[in-house]
């Protein structure tokens, strides 16, 4: 997967993918090259077993600002010079649209856990990335909201009305969708929204200690993981949600990885997985 971007850095540790959007003087603020990278971006990493874990992150004081409004008002994602520029006001939302919500789907198909580093604000489109990432960790600046009902949008945007619910109960959930009140790191932490609420300069360093744990396990596994977690999210029953967890540990069962690490436990010693 080829890392050249223009809008967002790609800082590669091994299997661990720290993305960067990078538009800090726009705070980020999804333009119509920002989300063809991130589209790119999440697009390839679904067929990326070497990448084994994701941090996204915003470049500078903020994790991002929402859509570029400057960019939506006069219909046209003119720095993007791709085939996000679309002319007309009505048809260039359509096909935003439809961009912006695939990126989130894909961040769900992808394999790897993301976890999402949050500092400053995450608004709008920028708080639907949050909230599809497996896991949020937050500086003490974060400021979240579903800012699109606050400029004449639905509160429903880009998988808010699926996750948040989910994350954080119905009844709180449609209070913030309904509203579009901004949750503070604080209220963010005791209401489940996030992991962790950590100090501004030690944000990057609890995102990557968290992924260089993820990072001891077999890859296999924790691809399986995440796989039957998205699954069972919306299972039907309990007995469904069984039936996925029985066929992957199945399957898992017979790797060289579950081998090792059987023998590496009964020896005191940290496995050395390879992906069989």
């Given at each position: 997967m080829a890392d050249e971007y223009k809008t967002l850095e790609i800082e590669r540790r091994g299997p661990l993918a720290i993305v960067s959007m990078n538009r800090p003087a726009k705070l980020n603020a999804l333009s119509g090259q920002l989300i063809a990278d991130l589209h790119n971006c999440f697009s390839g990493m679904c067929h990326d077993f070497k990448t084994r874990v994701i941090i996204l992150r915003g470049a500078g004081r903020a994790f991002c600002a929402g859509a570029d409004l400057e960019q939506l008002t006069t219909g046209s994602f003119t720095d993007a010079g791709s085939q996000y520029d679309?002319?007309?006001?009505?048809?260039?939302?359509?096909?935003?649209?439809?961009?912006?919500?695939?990126?989130?789907?894909?961040?769900?198909?992808?394999?790897?856990?993301?976890?999402?580093?949050?500092?400053g604000h995450a608004i709008g489109g920028g708080f639907s990335l949050a909230l599809a990432c497996d896991v949020r960790i937050v500086s003490e600046s974060a400021r979240m909201n579903a800012g699109y009902i606050r400029i004449g949008l639905s509160g429903c945007d880009m998988g808010s009305s699926y996750f948040l619910p989910r994350i954080i109960g119905f009844s709180r959930a449609a209070e913030y969708l309904y509203t579009g009140r901004v949750i503070d790191a604080a209220t963010a932490d005791r209401i489940g929204l996030v992991s962790r609420v950590v100090a501004e300069d030690k944000l990057m360093d609890a995102a990557v200690e968290l992924a260089e744990e993820?990072?001891?396990?077999?890859?296999?596994?924790?691809?399986?993981?995440?796989?039957?977690?998205?699954?069972n999210v919306d299972a039907p029953s309990l007995e469904s949600a069984i039936n996925i967890e029985?066929?992957?540990?199945?399957?898992?069962?017979f790797t060289e990885d579950h081998r090792e690490g059987g023998i590496a436990m009964f020896e005191k010693r940290k496995p050395v997985y390879r992906d069989r």
């Open positions: 679309m002319g007309p006001v009505q048809y260039h939302y359509h096909m935003a649209q439809s961009v912006l919500s695939e990126i989130v789907i894909m961040m769900r198909r992808c394999p790897q856990p993301i976890i999402g580093a949050v500092n993820m990072l001891l396990t077999a890859p296999f596994g924790l691809r399986m993981t995440k796989e039957a977690y998205n699954l029985n066929r992957n540990q199945s399957l898992l069962s």
